[in-house]
Nanobody, 124 residues
């Protein structure tokens, strides 16, 4: 089972940038697609971005398209989420997720391994 640990969250002002990291171990990293999800207080966990096994394909939620970039380095077993022009509505706990599938998906139940999450708070 793949184990992941997120880092890089924090308290930032609207318009600032953050880079979240997800370090994985315990599995063959390049056989997984990875995604970032987020969950705000009182809301459902929602899809943010996903990346294919070799990094050539990406998918984004409309709410973050053009501001966030997902990337990965298979040699380092790490996935990143670069977040620019942050808004207060981006405030949430951000989770890294991994799935054994081939096709990118926003479906939460197709990702079987999850990290513990990292808090991102954006104030105006």
């Amino acid at each position: 089972q793949l184990q992941m640990a997120e880092s890089g969250g924090g308290l930032v002002q609207a318009g600032d940038s953050l880079r979240l990291s997800c370090a994985a171990h315990g599995g063959t990293f390049n056989t997984y697609i990875f995604a970032w999800f987020r969950q705000a207080p009182g809301k459902e966990r929602e899809f943010v971005a996903a990346i294919s096994r070799q990094g050539g394909g990406t998918m984004y939620a409309d709410s973050v398209k053009g501001r966030f970039t997902i990337s990965r380095d298979n040699a380092k077993s790490t996935v990143w989420l670069h977040m620019n022009r942050l808004k207060p509505e981006d405030t949430a706990v951000y989770y890294c997720a991994a799935g054994p599938g081939v096709d990118l998906t926003q479906q939460r139940n197709l990702y079987g391994d999850w990290g513990q999450g990292t808090q991102v708070t954006v104030f105006s």
